[in-house]
Each structure stands twice: as C-alpha cells, then as structure tokens.
C-alpha cells in the first residue's frame, strides 16, 4: 500500500535558518501530517507521536531561551503552553472515549495545528532562530531557498 499523498508538507519557506530548529520543525510537519493522514484506528498513536515530538520541541526552544537570555521568552514559551493544553486535553478525551466525535476533534486540532504553525514559526520562531544564529555563529542566518 502507497502512503496517502501529504496534507501538510514541509516547505522551504519555512526554514529560519538555524539548522536544529529547522530539523526540529520537519518533523513537526511530518507529525502533523501522519495525524492528519491516519485512519481511525490508529489516531490515538499518531496524536501520541506528537505529544512526544511537542514536548522535546517546546522543550527544546524554551531551554535555548533560558539558557541564552532570550529576551521577551515568556510570550513564546506561553504560546507553546497554551498548544500543549489544547493537545493534552484533546489526547485524555481521545483516549478516553475512542469514537466518531472525538475522532473528529482530533481531526480538527490536527488542523488548527497545521495553520497555527506558519505564524508562530514567522513571528516566534524566527526571532529565536536569528538570536541562536548570532550566538552560535556571530552572524544573522543567511538562508537558501529553492525557487
Ligand atoms: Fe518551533
Ligand atoms: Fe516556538
């Protein structure tokens, strides 16, 4: 069997250009993808999938804030709670009631996650992956996209 055509696929305008943030946001897509792509069956793992990819990933950022000073983290780090407590809430009443409706609701937060992304990673992201950039190699990222 062919894997279903993506959903959500990653693009190269999302790329910031510090190199461990953007690995850490393909899979982001991926993750959101397998979601949005998954039988019935299978969605309480592929949301599992994520919950363990959003955890290293928020956790991720929110150290490199801490631990550089990032100026202004709380805001980021506030935005990020708030998804984990939507996603939370969605996995325990998945979990707990495995039917058509919570199959549904899962469905939409898939979505919802799918659009939330471009904005958080232009706005937040973006403004993280510059000040890591500079720290790292004392310079704005300079990056390349195909055209
Ligand atoms: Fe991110
Ligand atoms: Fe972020």
Not at 52 to 58: D, M
Not at 70 to 96: T, W, Y
Not at 136 to 146: E, L
Request: proline share 4%.
């Amino acid at each position: 069997m062919s894997s279903p055509a993506p959903v959500f696929a990653w693009t190269d305008a999302f790329k910031l250009g510090y190199e461990r943030m953007d690995e850490t946001h393909r899979d982001f897509v991926l993750k959101v993808n397998a979601l949005l792509v998954a039988e019935d069956a299978s969605l309480l793992a592929r949301l599992d999938d994520f919950v363990a990819h959003a955890e290293a990933h928020f956790g991720e950022e929110a150290q490199w804030m801490t631990a550089t000073d990032f100026p202004a983290a709380q805001c980021h780090i506030d935005e990020h709670d708030a998804v984990m407590k939507s996603v939370l809430e969605v996995r325990g009443r998945l979990a707990a009631q495995p039917d058509a409706k919570y199959f549904a609701i899962t469905r939409s937060l898939a979505q919802e996650l799918m659009r939330w992304f471009p904005g958080h990673a232009d706005y937040l992201d973006s403004a993280l992956s510059h000040w890591m950039v500079k720290r790292v190699y004392g310079g704005a990222p300079i990056v390349f996209r195909r055209s």
